[in-house]
Every structure is written in structure tokens, then in C-alpha cells.
């Protein structure tokens, strides 16, 4: 009887750690079915219809840090409008996109220039990448130049590459903001071609709203190719943890 006393006393120790491990998953998933719930609705509320969110990690264990994703075609105020709301949910830890970029706890992530950026704008300071005109099809006389753009690149894969297109004032403005990222995304197209991944590659327009400085808006020069290389500090999805008190 002695013997028995602590082995039954063992086992209901650890029928009750089952039970309890059992209750906590299911009180996880539900806390992040609860999430993914309430940020299906915040991302229609923003018009970010073809944005989706996910609340499990790499290893399918529910997560307070979801990850966004099909934001490829959306513009980057609606981007930065429905990561900032979703982030802003009561018991979201932390809000990633899975093409790279992240948002954290509300508030953009730190973000520092690489040493890429400064060796690309070396290469544009002489030389411009063209495109054919009023098109967003790029000169074939550029097509050298963008191979050296990304080999300068490649040291920094890993980092988020911006590739923003601009243009003169010459024309009107919607016309402009679509040439612009039509443009943006023909090089971006150009340097995935090149082997620079995908998911680290982000452009966009912005038409002629940003004219270099010193120059007249309508001059020439305004028509160009821009690229920033940013590091970000990665955020590890982790299991759900309590929520702190509402």
C-alpha cells in the first residue's frame, strides 16, 4: 500500500498537468480565433479586401503575432492603414507582413539605411534607367545598368529593398501616380529576373509630388528610379501567451 500511495498520487499529478495542458491549448486557440475574427472584420472596415491575416506560427501553435498577407497589390496607405488598425486590436502582440516588412505593437519597427543604398546611388548619380517614353517599358540601352543596381544589392539580401518611381509634372497627376508605380514595378520585375527574392522587393509611385530638389517640377530630371535598403529588426511569432488585464 505504501508503495501504490505515491504512484496513484503521481498519476493524478499528471492526469491534472494533462487536463490543464489541454485546457490551455484550447483556451489559446479560442484567444486567437477570437483575433483572427476581429481582424477579418478591422481589414474589410479598411478596404483591405484581399489582405489575410494569420494567428499560428511555423509550427501551427496559435500566436498573438499574426502575419499579413496578399497586400502585394494594394497601395501603401491602405498597407500601412490596415497594419496599424489590426495592430491597434486589444491582445494583438505584434503585426508582420510575410513579403517582410513589420509593424510592431502599434508603431513602425526602427528601420536603419544599409551600405547597399549608398553603392546604388553611386551608380545613379551618372546614369538614369530609362523607359520607353510615356511607358513603363524600360530602355534596353538600361539593361546593364540595372544588372549592376543588382549586384550592388545582393550583399544586403535579407534587408527590405523600396523601389519608388517618380516623374516630372508634365502631365496629370493620376496619370502620373500610375506611370510611376508602373514604372516602380518594372525594375522591380527586372531585379527578381536578376535573382533578388521577391518577398524583400517593395515599389510603389508617387508620381510627381516628390520633384528633386532645385528643380522646377516640370523639368525632366524629375523622372527617375529611387531606392532605399533598410534593415528591420525581426519580431518571432511566439505561442499565445495570457492577456494582460483589458
Do not use: Y
Amino acid at each position: 500500500m505504501q508503495i501504490r500511495t505515491p504512484i496513484a498520487i503521481l498519476a493524478g499529478a499528471l492526469a491534472v498537468t494533462a487536463i490543464a495542458i489541454g485546457g490551455a491549448r484550447q483556451g489559446d486557440a479560442e484567444f486567437a480565433k477570437r483575433l483572427s475574427d476581429e481582424t477579418e472584420a478591422v481589414i474589410a472596415a479598411n478596404d483591405g479586401a484581399p489582405i489575410k491575416a494569420r494567428f499560428t506560427n511555423r509550427w501551427g501553435h496559435p500566436t498573438r503575432h499574426t502575419v499579413l498577407s496578399g497586400g502585394e497589390s494594394v497601395d501603401e496607405a491602405t498597407r500601412d492603414r490596415v497594419a496599424k488598425a489590426v495592430a491597434a486590436i486589444d491582445g494583438v502582440g505584434g503585426v508582420s507582413w510575410s513579403d517582410g516588412s513589420m509593424l510592431a505593437q502599434g508603431a513602425e519597427m526602427p528601420l536603419s539605411p544599409l551600405h547597399c543604398q549608398e553603392d546604388v546611388n553611386a551608380l545613379l548619380q551618372a546614369r538614369t534607367i530609362r523607359f520607353e517614353e510615356s511607358a513603363s517599358a524600360i530602355d534596353p540601352a538600361s539593361s546593364t545598368l540595372i544588372d549592376e543596381v543588382a549586384l550592388a544589392l545582393r550583399p544586403c539580401l535579407g534587408s527590405i529593398i523600396s523601389i519608388t518611381g517618380h516623374t516630372d509634372a508634365s502631365g496629370p497627376e493620376p496619370g502620373n501616380l500610375q506611370l510611376s508605380r508602373d514604372r516602380a514595378l518594372a525594375v522591380q520585375q527586372s531585379l527578381i529576373d536578376r535573382g533578388i527574392p521577391a518577398d524583400g522587393l517593395r515599389a510603389k509611385g508617387v508620381g510627381s509630388a516628390e520633384p528633386v530638389a532645385g528643380l522646377s517640377p516640370q523639368d525632366p530630371a524629375n523622372r527617375r528610379i529611387e531606392f532605399a535598403v533598410v534593415a528591420t529588426t525581426p519580431l518571432l511569432p511566439t505561442p499565445v501567451d495570457t492577456p494582460g488585464p483589458r
